[in-house]
């Protein structure tokens, strides 16, 4: 198989999600990150990097290696599933703020939680993902300090490439308490960025997530503008959804004029999601790793309609319990009816289906030459074992026909 030698390995071979985390490793001097013509968010070597650096890079990117909740926030009362791996409990929970859950993608269980982090002084500010005010049809890494902060900023879904973690050694370099939110990809690369460097778990006290179906190419933005003849320059407001849950497809220009599409009618099928090769192939897209993990709850995968916004929440570790009750008790969150793994299931096909799928798609990259990411303590091989021969060669040629298009 291709080993990986250089950063464009990584990049070339579609392993990339353009996470931002070489970037704040190296430096902006030496690694750039700009659009790709396919719509991704790439990074690219400016300048010389040393070995050194291509070593810790290699040893946390979320397109070279992933691995499960780490032993040590495993808790003695943790239940265990094999497609969703450890979890504490599961139930309905949502923002008790009404503002933050008609404006947040679900309901506004993530920045619910972020702003009670804040108002308790458990975290001093929270790094997340926001749109970019200058050009809303792209996103940025934030710092909030405050409800405002959270608030005017967009900070719901952000299906499009986004880097949120290019400011992570800033975020450390302030020695200060704060937590991370974002996508499982994210946390996993946090996760393996604490093995080496201490300051992760001193400062970086929470990590929360959402449960992920993949991050679109933005030539699937493009696309949506262009059909209103659009241009991005004219924008003021671009939403992927949120104002409702799950809300509409947004956008609104300069001088006023208004434009949306229904949720389904711009998802619709799996096929036309457009998301980064990197997702297909994404071993963790269910937040393994993270304290806790928020997911939508619309039975058999898709929104029949608007409702108020109910999240699903998996709590997998013992801090991750204590901030939700904590939360809870505080009243800016609150707690619905307890779910079971079967409930899971059926709120979020499509992962159930990736997560059976991941092992054959590496076979296949594999079987083509072409390297492909590094797993530990996800269950995807005891997952491939118990799929029929049938589905598991569809899956494995599936890939390999699809590599051409990395
Ligand atoms: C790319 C993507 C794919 C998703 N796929 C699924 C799915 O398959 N199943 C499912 O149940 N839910 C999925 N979601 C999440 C879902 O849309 C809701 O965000 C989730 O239920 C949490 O809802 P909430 O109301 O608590 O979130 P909110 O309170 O609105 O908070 C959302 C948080 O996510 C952060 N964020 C937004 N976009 C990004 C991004 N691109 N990268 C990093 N951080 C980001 C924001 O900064 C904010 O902190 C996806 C979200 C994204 C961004
Ligand atoms: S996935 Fe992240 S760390 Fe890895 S190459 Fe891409 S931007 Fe860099
Ligand atoms: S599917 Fe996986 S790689 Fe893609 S954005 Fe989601 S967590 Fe990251």
Redesign the pocket.
Known sequence: MTQINNLDDIVRNGLCIGCGLCQSISGKNCIEISMSPKGRLEPKEVKKISSETFNKILNVCPGVVVEGLPKEHVDTNTKYDLLWGYYLQLFYA??TDKR?RFE?????????L?LYLLESKKVNF?L???TNPKKPMR?VS?FSYNKDDLLNSN??????P?S?LDRFHEALSLEQPFAF???PC?ISAIRQLSKSDDRVNKFCKYL?T???????EFTKSQDFIDSFKVKEDELSIFRY??FGNPGKMYIKTNDGREFDKEYNSFWGEESTWRVHFRCKICPD?IGESSDIA???TWRGGSPEGEDE?F?ATIVRTKKGLELLYDAIEAGYIKKGDDLVIDDIND??P??VNKKISVYARHKGMKKQNIPTISTDGLRIKELYDLNSKEFNLKEEEGISSRVNKI
Not at 104 to 112: D, I, V, Y
């Open positions: 949502w923002s933050i947040s993608s679900t309901g506004g269980l993530l920045n619910g972020s929270i997340h993902t926001a996103s934030k900070s719901c879904s952000r299906y499009g986004t949120p939110v974002g996508k994210d929360l959402l449960v992920c179906g993949g991050s679109t959804r949120g897209a928020a997911l939508d916004g999240n709120f979020q499509h992962q």
